[in-house]
C-alpha cells in the first residue's frame, strides 16, 4: 500500500457546485497535512494547511482530517472557473526538513463556466 | 522579491551528457529542495539543505548532486543523464517556523522541463 492514495480524477464539475477531494494515506505518525494547489506549467502554492485531527476553513475552501480513519479530505463550495487546477494533498510526521513532505498524486480539478 | 527562479525552463538532452539545473530564491529562507515531478505522479524528493553547505539525500537522489555554498543558491547537477531522467524539476524553498524546524509553506520555482532521448 502505497502511502498516500490520491484519485487522480480527472474531476469535471459546472460551475457553482461542491467539490470534494479526498486523501488516504497508511502511516499513523503523520500529524501535519497540507493541500498544495498547482496551476499547469507553475509550481504548487499552498493552499491550506492544518494540524491533526480537525476542520479547517478559508473562505469557499474547507480541510478535514479524520485521523481515526487516515482521511482527509478538501471541500470547494461555489467553484469557479479559476479553481480548475490539479489539487496535492501533502503530509509530513515531524517538523523537520529530513522527513519533508509526503505529496498524494494530485486530482486534476475542471470547472465548467 | 523574485520568489523562487529556476532556469533553464525547457531543456533536451542525450543519453549521457551533464547539466546543472539553477536555483534562487531571494527570501533568505533557510531550507531549500529539490523535487521532480513525473506525469500523473506527485512530487518526489530528490535532495535538500537546511541552510549554506549542508544537504542531504531525499527519496529519490540516485543520479543527482547538489551543492549549496550560498544561502541563495541551490543547484542540481546530473552527471549522465539517463531516460528515467526525464522529469519536471521543483525547486522550492521554506523559511523556519517560529516552533524552529522548517515551515510546511514551500514555495516553489516555475518549473525545469527536462527531456533525455
Known amino acids: 500500500q502505497k502511502e498516500v492514495e490520491q484519485d487522480p480524477g480527472p474531476l469535471s464539475v459546472p460551475e457553482g457546485a461542491i467539490v470534494s477531494l479526498n486523501c488516504t494515506y497508511s502511516?499513523?505518525?503523520?500529524?501535519?497535512f497540507m493541500w498544495y494547489r498547482q496551476y499547469s506549467r507553475k509550481g504548487p502554492e499552498l493552499l491550506m494547511y492544518?494540524?491533526?485531527?480537525g476542520n479547517k476553513e478559508d473562505g469557499r475552501f474547507t480541510a478535514q482530517v479524520d485521523k481515526s480513519s487516515k482521511y482527509i479530505s478538501l471541500f470547494i463550495r461555489d467553484s469557479q472557473p479559476s479553481d480548475s487546477a490539479t489539487y496535492l494533498c501533502a503530509m509530513s510526521a515531524r517538523n523537520q526538513a529530513g522527513t519533508a513532505l509526503i505529496f498524494g498524486k494530485g486530482t486534476t480539478l475542471s470547472v465548467s463556466s | 522579491n523574485a520568489g523562487v527562479t529556476q532556469t533553464p525552463k525547457f531543456r533536451i538532452l542525450k543519453i549521457g551528457q551533464s547539466m546543472t539545473l539553477q536555483c534562487t530564491q531571494d527570501?533568505?529562507?533557510?531550507?531549500m529542495y529539490w523535487y521532480r515531478q513525473d506525469p500523473g505522479m506527485g512530487l518526489k524528493l530528490i535532495y535538500y539543505?537546511?541552510?549554506?553547505?549542508?544537504?542531504d539525500k531525499g527519496e529519490v537522489p540516485n543520479g543527482y548532486n547538489v551543492s549549496r555554498s550560498t544561502t541563495e543558491d541551490f543547484p542540481l547537477r546530473l552527471e549522465l543523464a539517463a531516460p528515467s531522467q526525464t522529469s519536471v524539476y521543483f525547486c522550492?524553498?521554506?523559511?523556519?517556523?517560529?516552533?524552529?524546524?522548517?515551515?510546511?509553506?514551500?514555495?516553489f520555482g516555475p518549473g525545469t522541463r527536462l527531456t533525455v532521448t
Open positions: 492544518t494540524y491533526s485531527s
Open positions: 539543505s537546511v541552510g549554506a553547505g549542508i544537504t
Open positions: 502511516n499513523s505518525a503523520f500529524q501535519y
Open positions: 522550492a524553498s521554506s523559511y523556519v517556523a517560529v516552533a524552529g524546524g522548517p515551515s510546511y509553506e514551500q514555495y
Open positions: 527570501m533568505n529562507h533557510n531550507y
